[in-house]
């Protein structure tokens, strides 16, 4: 008999209709009403896509300090700590080797829910660290990226690693070494106007937010309505910006056959 009581509801955020939790969790945070692909954390995002169990974590012992004792509703370091005690990671971005339908990559995966995926510092180096990975072992760079944009609380440094990502993204192509970028919901400023943009690939999920601006901030600022979809993946697709919209739960075959598609075929 089944127990009903053991069953926990929960609300999709977009269509808000009643949905079991554990059916939501096993089909990775995607309602299966409306299929909106709601916020996944990076180590469960990393075990959907990467080969069981051969994914190895690096320069996880970098993690940001205060070193402008930024303080606004609460001061930088507590935040650190409060993003630090809910996600479980050091920072917003984990990175590591991995494979992917057998083939050897390195991964970056951002996490929305430390701190917004904002990039300060040590994200940063840590993309940096990611790249040097792949030419030291001449293997593809993917990247999943969620992001608010630059870490304000890092003032200047924040946005100095727009440059620093680029330039390091730009080693990768001197060395014909392939680079992917799957955007997941959302991804804005000084991120989208960075690294993912340069990208070989650029895959999005369905329904992400993929802009510079928000819409509302474009909307204050130009004192116009703009276009409902505006920043979403299927608008992006038809304007070119990005080149595949994925479902969450296809990515991993669809990532298998591009690395087929790049590393064993001769144009
Ligand atoms: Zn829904």
Do not use: W
Request: charged share 25%; aromatic share 8%.
């Amino acid at each position: 008999m089944e127990k009903n009581s053991d069953i926990e509801i929960i609300n999709c955020k977009n269509c808000k209709k009643d949905l079991n939790k554990d059916i939501f969790i096993s089909n990775l945070n995607v309602c299966p009403e409306c299929n909106f692909h709601d916020y996944i954390d990076a180590r469960r995002r990393i075990e959907s896509v990467v080969d069981s169990a051969s994914f190895v974590e690096f320069s996880e012992e970098i993690s940001s300090y205060d070193f402008l004792n930024f303080y606004d509703l609460k001061s930088y370091e507590e935040r650190l700590y409060e993003a630090r005690l809910k996600t479980g990671l050091n920072e917003a971005i984990v990175t590591g080797n991995a494979k992917i339908g057998g083939f050897n990559i390195t991964l970056a995966v951002l996490d929305f829910g430390f701190l917004g995926g904002s990039m300060g510092s040590v994200v940063g180096e840590k993309i940096k660290r990611a790249v040097e990975n792949s030419i030291k072992k001449n293997i593809p760079l993917i990247i999943f990226s969620a992001s608010g944009g630059a870490r304000m609380q890092e003032g200047i440094i924040s946005l100095m690693q727009m440059a620093k990502t680029v330039s390091s993204i730009n080693r990768l192509k001197e060395n014909f070494i392939p680079y992917f970028c799957i955007i997941t919901n959302p991804t804005t400023g000084g991120v989208s106007a960075s690294f993912v943009t340069i990208a070989d690939i650029i895959i999005s999920e369905p329904g992400a937010l993929f802009c510079f601006a928000g819409p509302r901030v474009v909307e204050q600022t130009i004192k116009k309505k703009i276009p409902l979809d505006f920043g979403l993946a299927e608008r992006n697709l038809k304007n070119g910006q990005i080149d595949l919209i994925v479902q969450r739960k296809d990515l991993k075959l669809t990532l298998t056959n591009l690395l087929d598609l790049f590393l064993n075929r001769d144009f």
